[in-house]
């Protein structure tokens, strides 16, 4: 469980910045679960989503440069939310699954060779005793442009995507899950887009043609 508390250098716990927003947003709250929930909701609506953000480097994913830019997917917001956990004394760690979204962009959709996201990011934190999921991806102003319905989390329950939206129709498609991470797994994403993405795009979001 220690290596789900201690910083890294693109989880950085120990950052000035990540740990002045844990004392403000949890402002001397005793019980662990609601610390967690609070932080949730700090990265899923003080953080917005912007899938089309920088991400060629590993400092990209870094969690400090996530809260300066105040914008981030769901890779760099989750790493967010680990981050800030870790530093609130919350073990916490990455969680990546493969999905389908149904209503994806047409901007992301030209990008990729099927509607397959085959690195969805998530945040799991350790609470009484449980791992619990947490995807603080979508937040809230993005939800009600774009009719998603709200991820809610309690700390007790996993907090991921729905399958409908808010007028009922097929949204998220979990296919299959990737397995957990201490840390951002660069190589691993990066290959896994590789595989996704296509030509031009593998240029233009990965830096180079795989």
């Not at 990209?60 to 967010?80: D, E, W």
């Not at 350790?126 to 991820?151: M, N, Q």
Request: charged share 25%; hydrophobic share 40%.
């Amino acid at each position: 469980m220690r290596k789900y508390l201690e910083p890294t250098a693109l989880i950085d716990a120990n950052n000035e910045s990540i740990r002045k927003t844990v004392r403000a947003t949890t402002a001397g709250e005793k019980n662990a679960r609601q610390r967690a929930v609070q932080l949730f909701y700090f990265v899923r609506d003080q953080i917005a989503y912007n899938p089309y953000v920088p991400r060629h480097l590993p400092e990209h994913f870094r969690a400090s440069a996530t809260l300066a830019s105040g914008q981030g997917f769901c890779i760099t917001k989750a790493a967010l939310l680990v981050a800030l956990s870790r530093a609130a004394g919350i073990p916490a760690r990455l969680g990546f699954a493969v999905i389908r979204n149904h209503l994806i962009p047409a901007k992301l959709a030209s990008m990729l060779k099927a509607d397959i996201i085959p690195d969805h990011g998530y945040a799991q934190l350790y609470l009484e005793g449980c791992w619990v999921k947490a995807t603080p991806a979508f937040d809230l102003s993005t939800c009600r442009e774009h009719r998603i319905r709200t991820v809610e989390f309690d700390g007790v329950n996993d907090a991921t995507f729905h399958r409908r939206n808010q007028d009922g129709a097929l949204h998220i498609e979990y296919v299959k899950e990737r397995g957990t991470y201490a840390d951002v797994p660069i190589q691993e994403i990066t290959a896994w887009l590789a595989a996704a993405l296509t030509r031009e795009a593998q240029r233009t979001i990965l830096g180079r043609e795989y």
